[in-house]
């Protein structure tokens, strides 16, 4: 009964002492946040914001890979409608994972793929299994004109706006929500 | 027993010591020779123009440290620039273009990294104000003086 008068200071400490312990649990919820979120795909460390963003397409020219025709930056810059540029290769999982999504866009935005440092061979026969979802294929066999476009690793896809510029960009596999949310509507609003 | 104890601690220390000290050289993930330049005062910038940054790839190590794909590939930008005679600023902002600040391993200061430099700062200062001011309180609320009845008991005592 008397504790509180006899020790005026009990309650500070009190908070003062609770106050790691609040730290402590406010970045364990925040953490717990970051995993769960990483678990249902909201977030990816992966997902690097690249600066190409608003940006025209650097300058390179890539050979072509069987069984498309290679392209380059003055092909991208004279485009009059808007194209999706997806890097992949024969030897990344979520590329294959990402191949019915492309296969179902391909009707309504035009693809164009570029083999990140893939055996041509190994390339032709990934491209040929998944069902050739591009309209022009490029092979990157260094990965230089990669690390140009800010490419941390595949499948990575850039949109590209009349005039070669980049409008949007993904470091993450397509998915169909991505796709009709924020693809689509993007596309269709440059094509106008 | 006592003194063999003590000579195995100080040898355990010692090779710790060691081991830690020599720890950046086994680092280094250059996983050929031939990468390497073949002027060593180039391929020691480098080396220090590379540990500063990012593999974009495993995202906690240095491209100097990791041996994933794009970082060996960076690694090989970096010597190109080293050996054109480029400045180390001029192949942190070739890097920084392509892929923005997160490639660099110590953030530049700007507005939004402001709060994370001037933090080790705050703590101190935020640490010292407490520290100062619950001193002086203690200070000047000391104990009540004593008693009739217990300064004659200290008298007894003495």
Known sequence: ?192 | MKAAMRRLAFVLATVLTVAIGLSPLAAVAVDDPSEMLPDARQEARAQAIGSQLRCLVCQNESIEDSSAGLARDLRHVVREHVAKGESDRQIMDWMVGRYGNFIRLSPPLTAGTVLLWVMPVLALLVGGLVAFLSFRRARGSGPAPLSDDERTRLTDLT
């Open chain 1, 1 to 192: 009964m008397s504790d509180k008068t006899a020790q005026p200071g009990l309650t500070r400490r009190r908070l003062l002492m609770a106050a790691p312990l609040v730290v402590a649990g406010g970045a364990g919820v925040a953490f717990w946040q970051m995993l769960s979120g990483m678990r249902q795909g909201s977030f990816d460390p992966h997902d690097i914001k690249a600066p190409a963003l608003n940006r025209p397409v650097p300058d390179f020219t890539l050979p072509d890979q069987s069984p498309g025709q290679g392209f380059g930056a003055a092909d991208l810059r004279t485009l009059k409608v808007p194209v999706l540029v997806n890097f992949f290769a024969s030897w990344c999982i979520p590329c294959v994972a990402e191949m019915p999504q492309l296969n179902a866009l391909k009707d309504r935005l035009p693809i164009w793929g570029i083999a990140y440092k893939d055996k041509p061979t190994d390339a032709q026969g990934f491209v040929h299994r998944a069902g050739n979802p591009y309209a022009r294929i490029a092979s990157d066999l260094s990965g230089m004109t990669a690390i140009d476009w800010g490419v941390s690793g595949v499948p990575e896809s850039f949109l590209i706006g009349p005039g070669g510029v980049i409008r949007w960009h993904s470091a993450a596999a397509l998915d169909e929500a991505t796709m009709h949310d924020i693809l689509l509507p993007l596309a269709a609003s440059l094509r106008t």
